[in-house]
């Protein structure tokens, strides 16, 4: 049962516009929600995060969304750039259990051009 | 500079095999990680070690047992590997495994091949 949802495996997007990446998820426990970006064989290295308490928490280009009735969160990086061309994981955890991470399974973003 | 380190990067090997797979973490963290990522991109916990003490061990075949010989180090240990093993193995680490949303920090992976 996955608990962390990306439904779209990959996106494609133009540089100098925005990206907006989307997760789901399912257990209403979670109340910390991270997203991770990873490039090819290197680990995942943490981007940006936000507690339940908040429903936007923006960092540079980066902002993330969280929308808890929906139990939606989205990643918006403005303006995109050729860099962030990396796969995107969005994960959560429970207050007391924030050691444990439930991972989506990654979205792929690329920007061109 | 490496934060966090893990040997060897690939490690292909036969069925029934025995293998290990070395994690190192300079920064200082108190707790450490294994995930597994699995064909399907998905990535999964499997054991979390805080000061030496397992803390987390997530329906784990028997097969796979973590040694955590000192705070920096967490090596797992596959026994009689099986192809439905491989798969990228990411350690990883964090100052306080209690403290809520502690970021983590991973090292490049290990990809394990059976044949």
């Known amino acids: 049962d996955q608990q962390v949802k990306q439904n779209s495996p990959s996106l494609s997007v133009q540089e100098g516009r925005i990206s907006i990446l989307n997760c789901d998820y399912t257990?209403?426990?979670?109340?910390?929600f991270l997203w991770y970006k990873k490039y090819p064989a290197e680990g995942p290295t943490f981007l940006i995060s936000?507690?339940?308490?908040?429903d936007k928490n923006e960092d540079g280009r980066f902002t993330v969304f969280l929308n808890k009735s929906a139990k939606h969160l989205s990643l918006h990086i403005v303006p995109s750039q050729p860099g962030d061309s990396a796969v995107y994981f969005c994960?959560?955890?429970?207050?007391?259990?924030?050691?444990?991470?439930?991972f989506g399974t990654g979205t792929r973003l690329q920007v061109f051009p | 500079d490496t934060a966090v380190s893990q040997t060897p990067k690939y490690l292909v090997t036969q069925m029934g095999n025995d293998k290990s797979i070395k994690c190192e973490q300079n920064?200082?963290?108190?707790?450490m990680y294994w995930y597994k990522q699995d064909s399907k991109k998905f990535l999964k916990i499997m054991f979390s070690y805080n000061n030496k003490e397992l803390i987390i061990n997530e329906t784990v075949p028997n097969r796979f047992s973590p040694k955590s010989p000192d705070k920096a180090h967490l090596n797992l240990h596959i026994n009689s590997l099986e192809l439905g093993d491989s798969a990228v193995y990411f350690c990883?680490?964090?100052?306080?495994?209690?403290?809520?949303?502690?970021?983590?920090?991973f090292g490049p992976g290990t990809r394990l091949t059976v044949l």
């Open positions: 994960a959560a955890s429970e207050t007391y259990n924030t050691d444990k991470l439930i």
């Open positions: 920064l200082g963290h108190d707790t």
């Open positions: 990883a680490s964090s100052q306080d495994a209690f403290l809520t949303g502690d970021t983590q920090y």
């Open positions: 257990n209403s426990m979670f109340d910390y």
């Open positions: 936000i507690s339940s308490i908040k």
